[in-house]
């Protein structure tokens, strides 16, 4: 993508964002739309700017709106994570006995057990709120008690994040047996096109409620630190994030046989119409296949549809599953997140750009453009055997999984960045690390490759055939053993 221009570029004020988070921490009201885009008006030094992004953000290319979003979360950190901030706070408060938010400068520490990653997290996040726009130092606590290896200069704590929103929002591990020390309770359901809704339930209990107030904040940490994520959202849930309200169109989004057959419909006749026995209510199934009635307008239940109210009817039944439905976890859900992501942000974006902006493209790695963007240092130098060995394994020889699991060894993250491997700082580097082994000896006992995720930094080892290569860097990636890795 091109850079920046200067227009753009000066367009983004540089330190108080104030403005922007005045009523969408806790708003309780999500078409605010007005005030959001004078939030985001307000975030702009330049009047032109801010009149193209409130009025016709998609005016821009994508790649440039993902740059002004990007600066203004580098605006938004250096007041939220600078220790230069804190110092000019405490000087102003020594010159004039001004007002001073410590509360948003600073750091955070947690300790996380790894076998209650999620339990763990819960607990020691949940009282951050906007706090934890701040640096989060995170330390592993492995089975055995013991404090795992490495200091935090953000690679751990992107690692801790990836892992926690890849278990938090993945189905398959609610309520399991097995997890009786880390519990997760059912929080999302999968759709039919695969990608994930709020789960309904009739009632929802405020310790359940705080649970998505959690994730929400969570998924905001996240994308504030730019960092891409793995769960796939159902776009009205998108919608919702942006302050949307979903229509019946977008019920093809949620569930494509549902909404053809609600469309059908609109087809029939009056006999056929009145043959289905249909009232103004809705059946929503619950856990275990049960299900529950709920009207959609008052009486609903002994109001039969007709074929002059069929078309009110297909909209309320589309506007309770998208809009009503799970209305009240998706408020707590964007409470959280909105502690650290504005809402006039996100509206930069549409819902299926926001899916971008949450994990990127889901189209692989892109070896090549790794390749191109990767420096070496230590003697190592791309025209070496063994460099081009390591391009043939990770480009050629292994499947998209082992790719993906690689650049997660190296920069702490699964998934590619949005804008290219040259956005990444630092940039990503392979280090020669020298062996003092015959190679006899090298296949059994050399060192197996490391990282250092916070600087993107790849030590391999000098090995002398690509057999080992490919047997170490493979122990190595698929071991998921942290920093204790040797």
């Known amino acids: 993508p091109k850079p920046i221009s200067r227009f753009e570029a000066g367009a983004v004020r540089s330190t108080n964002t104030n403005n922007t988070n005045r009523s969408y921490n806790r708003g309780e009201n999500d078409d605010e739309t007005e005030e959001a885009d004078d939030a985001l008006a307000d975030a702009f030094a330049d009047p032109k700017m801010a009149r193209v992004l409130t009025c016709i953000p998609q005016a821009l290319p994508f790649d440039r709106r993902v740059k002004l979003f990007d600066a203004l979360l580098k605006a938004d950190k250096e007041r939220s994570q600078s220790t230069e901030a804190l110092d000019g706070m405490l000087r102003r408060m020594m010159e004039d006995g001004g007002p001073v938010d410590l509360a948003s400068v600073g750091r955070e520490s947690v300790d996380i057990h790894r076998d209650a990653l999620y339990s763990d997290s819960k607990k020691q996040l949940s009282t951050l709120g906007p706090r934890l726009k701040r640096r989060l130092n995170v330390t592993f ?14 690679g751990i704590m992107k690692e801790f994040l990836d892992d926690l929103i890849r278990q938090a929002f993945d189905p398959s591990q609610y309520n399991k047996q097995d997890q009786q020390q880390d519990p997760i309770p059912h929080l999302f359901d999968v759709t039919p096109l695969q990608t994930l809704t709020v789960h309904y339930v009739p009632s929802y209990s405020k310790e359940l409620l705080s649970h998505y107030e959690f994730l929400g904040r969570v998924l905001g940490k996240a994308v504030y630190e730019s960092i891409l994520v793995e769960p796939q959202f159902c776009l009205p849930f998108l919608n919702q994030l942006l302050g949307k309200q979903n ?9 494509p046989e549902f909404h053809s057959n609600l469309m059908k419909l609109r087809e029939m006749s009056s006999q056929e119409i009145a043959s289905l026995g249909l009232t103004f209510e809705l059946t929503m199934e619950q856990n275990h296949g049960r299900g529950r009635s709920v009207p959609l307008i008052p009486g609903g239940a002994s109001i039969p549809v007709t074929k002059a109210t069929v078309i009110q009817y297909t909209h309320l039944v589309a506007h309770f599953r998208l809009n009503v439905a799970a209305s009240l976890p998706t408020r707590y859900f964007l409470r959280g ?13 549409s819902s299926y750009e926001l899916q971008k902006l949450i994990g990127g493209d889901d189209e692989g790695l892109d070896v090549l453009a790794l390749k191109r963007t990767m420096k070496y240092s230590a003697g190592y130098h791309p025209s070496q055997p063994i460099i081009q060995w390591f391009w043939e394994i990770v480009g050629e020889e292994w499947d998209a999984e082992m790719q993906r699991k690689f650049l997660k060894f190296m920069t702490s993250c699964s998934r590619q960045p949005l804008l290219g491997f040259d956005s990444l700082d630092p940039t990503p580097c392979i280090q020669q690390i020298r062996l003092h082994t015959t190679t006899k000896e090298e296949a059994t006992s050399a060192r197996l490759p490391t990282s250092s995720t916070c600087m993107n930094l790849l030590k391999l080892p000098c090995y002398s055939s690509k057999q080992v290569l490919r047997q170490k860097l493979e122990a190595a990636v698929e071991s998921g053993a942290g920093f204790e890795l040797t």
């Open 141 to 154: 606590i492995n089975q055995h008690g013991q404090q795992e290896a490495g200091i935090d200069g953000g």
């Open 247 to 255: 229509s019946l169109e977008d019920l093809q989004n949620f569930d």
């Open 337 to 349: 997140f909105r502690d650290l992501i504005p809402a006039s942000w996100v509206r930069l974006f």
